[in-house]
């Protein structure tokens, strides 16, 4: 089964600062990874995904991956009180059967 | 519009009473799970399906049934629900490598 790991929360950040959230990985021949935002009692909605190593740029979101070190991070630049929410992180691929996901990141942006 | 729709949306019952919530995709995916979620605790997978007529268990499958006979739907059944099963339940189904799409949510309340 693949272990996904999310760096513990919950994380504070004031506006218009950058905000990291990193994710390591145990599968070394993972392929694609994803990153979702959850509004408390909402489900999952997919932000961002990256295939290959090195940056992703979108918007205010930035995904880098590095598949030596076998981590994926999450910067959102200029965070707004509306980025708060849980982070997740998913290493993609169905084969092994169990799917899981990290434990999510907390992610509070206060004015 | 590609989406998992999960029926219903608010649930409470009583213990005891059997129930079945309802997940249905019209993306042709072949991978479809059950997820609950409970504050601190993250997304815990409770059956998975690679295919039609295959299911697994996943993390926490106590107390759930699952089938899978058509390609689009994904019941979860509750035989004999109990109040530790009140959470709030996901659907999700996605392709092979590629990332989740999960449905609205149910939130289930056993009294």
């Known amino acids: 089964q693949k272990e996904v790991e999310q760096n513990s929360g919950p994380l504070s950040v004031p506006e218009g600062a950058i905000a990291s959230l990193n994710c390591t990985y145990s599968d070394r021949g993972s392929q694609s990874f994803f990153w979702y935002r959850q509004y408390s009692g909402k489900s999952p909605e997919l932000i961002m995904s990256?295939?290959?190593?090195g940056d992703k740029e979108d918007g205010r979101f930035t995904a880098q991956l590095n598949k030596a070190s076998q981590y994926v991070s999450l910067l959102i630049r200029d965070s707004q009180p509306s980025d708060s929410a849980t982070y997740l992180c998913?290493?993609?691929?169905?084969?092994?059967?169990?799917?899981?996901f990290g434990q999510g990141t907390i992610l509070t942006v206060h004015p | 519009e590609a989406q998992v729709t999960q029926n219903p949306r608010y649930l409470i019952t009583v213990t005891g009473k059997k129930l079945t919530v309802t997940c249905s995709q019209n993306m042709n995916h072949e991978y479809m799970s059950w997820y609950r979620q409970d504050p601190g605790l993250g997304l815990r997978q409770i059956y998975y399906?690679?295919?039609?007529?295959?299911?697994d268990k996943g993390d926490v499958p106590e107390g759930y049934k699952v089938s899978r006979k058509e390609k689009r739907n994904f019941p979860l059944i509750l035989e004999s629900p109990s109040p530790n099963q009140t959470s709030l339940y996901f659907c999700?189904?996605?392709?092979?490598?590629?990332?989740?799409?999960f449905g609205q949510g149910t939130r289930l309340t056993v009294v």
């Open positions: 999700a189904s996605l392709p092979g490598q590629g990332a989740a799409v």
């Open positions: 990256i295939y290959s190593n």
């Open positions: 998913h290493v993609g691929g169905t084969s092994y059967g169990k799917l899981t």
């Open positions: 399906s690679m295919n039609v007529e295959v299911t």
